[in-house]
């Protein structure tokens, strides 16, 4: 079940806002812990008895930390069952098809292994009940006495299938006592809405024209077509994953809850280390406290910290998906990072302000490439004709025969929005953002409406066609 089915949109989101109303605080809990585990089911089954399982592997594991018998055992218990359970399901195809392909050279027999199902949402859901354990040992959370609350922490529907990545700590005292306001469940309608819209009005089309260019072969492409192609793709990857955590946390605040930002536009950013301070914060803050602060940080001196970033990116690369392109993609990141960390950082301050907005453009548009592209090779030859160094055949693959005029509108909107240029005007005419509150007044008014419109434009939307890819499924 995804946000913006017709399912979730007019049934299960309005039965599960009536129920957690009618049943009142004390049973809240209780409603939100089924509907999400309903939720959960309805698309991966008896999935949903995995998830389950790794609550109860880090409860116990958290009780068993709290009483401060060998804790260090006990969190390194923790942390090898979740990684071991990625890994299963994840990884194993991945891990088996490299060693066949080393192994190979030598004449040995391939190592046979059914495809393993992906379970949509894992990555999501183990690193929440890892960091869970973690922090217990850590001192920064207070171990849940009972399973419940942390069943629901881990399975609360809005950021189960595509985050953002919530801290215990972070949401602890909300699942305890919450309370659901006028005014923020108004605010969490209006970023529901505008998140449902960045999906289904701009992602979608966007999708279009990306998986029509690329299905092109790359040989085939002239330069323009294949920076048409590569920008389509940026747009649709960044407001289809914004677009779903705006919905995450506008359903939060429906329920109750305050969820932590997750992008603070990204493409706007004038170096690397700046974007990944905007871009899916919360696994770039997931990986800094758990994986590069313990590596050493920056406190090794020069190379250590290098190598820290390498590993880093390697795993995050890794993270977004088992296969070699992936790997690549995180790899590119980390190389520049370390690039600026060695000084190309201080000249980019230095430099006016649109060099080094270019440059993060450029690094991140090409590294897109290798995220979308599975076979290297390919995604290789696609580079080549974005500069030029392939002739492609603009006869046959002109830009023009991979955009309507629904999908260009919907392009140059989503190039504008990510951009910040609505931001820019905005200003300049004196408008003030009102985030996390709605607007009172005229400005109210005028807002409920453009709501309106945008929510019918999504549901004709919804209603006319299946096509509605979500990209992150397969993390």
Known sequence: ?????????????????????????????????????????????????????????????????????????????????????????????????????????????????????????????????????????????????????????????????????????DVARQIAARTTTLPGFASGV??????LAKKVLIADHCARIADGVFAVPPDALPMATAWLGTVAYAVQIYFDFSGYSDMAIGLGRMLGFEFLENFDRPYIARSLREFWR????????????????????????????????????????????????????????????????????RLLERAPRAVGHLYTL???????????????????????????AIPGDPVLNPPALFVTNTTLVALAVGVLGALDVHAMLGRLVGLRRTEPHFPTGLRGLAECIGLLVLFLGVAMAVASTTYSPFIYFRF
């Open 1 to 169: 079940m995804v946000f913006s089915s017709p399912v979730f949109l007019f049934l299960f989101l309005p039965l599960t806002l009536l129920a957690v109303w009618l049943i009142g605080r004390r049973g809240q809990n209780t409603v939100l812990l089924l509907a999400s585990l309903l939720f959960y089911a309805w698309g991966e089954g008896a999935y949903v008895l995995l998830m389950l399982a790794t609550v109860l592997v880090n409860h116990l594991c958290g009780l068993a930390i709290d009483r401060g018998v060998r804790p260090r055992l006990w969190v390194g218990i923790a942390v090898a069952l979740n990684l071991a359970t990625l890994v299963a399901f994840k990884y194993a195809n991945f891990l088996v098809d490299s060693f066949n392909a080393v192994t190979a050279g030598f004449g040995l027999a391939p190592v046979e292994l059914a495809p393993v199902h992906l379970p949509i949402g894992i990555s999501f859901f183990i690193f929440q009940g890892m960091s869970y354990a973690i922090d217990v040992y850590r001192g920064t959370a207070e171990v849940q006495q009972r399973p419940g609350p942390l069943a629901l922490y881990i399975s609360l529907f809005p950021q189960l299938i595509a985050g953002p990545i919530v801290r215990y700590q």
């Open 278 to 345: 905007r871009w899916h914060i919360s696994l770039s803050t997931w990986f800094r406290d758990y994986l590069y602060i313990p590596l050493g940080g920056s406190r090794g001196g020069a190379a250590r910290t290098y190598l820290n970033l390498f590993i880093v990116f390697l795993l995050t690369g890794l993270w977004h998906g088992a296969s070699w392109n992936f790997v690549v993609w995180g790899l590119v990141h980390g190389l520049f990072l370390v690039a600026e960390r060695a000084g190309l950082g």
């Open 362 to 388: 450029l690094v991140v548009l090409m590294a897109w490439v290798f995220f979308r592209i599975t076979d290297l090779t390919e995604g290789w030859h696609t580079i080549l004709a974005m500069v030029g």
């Open 190 to 195: 209006r970023r529901f809405v505008v998140g």
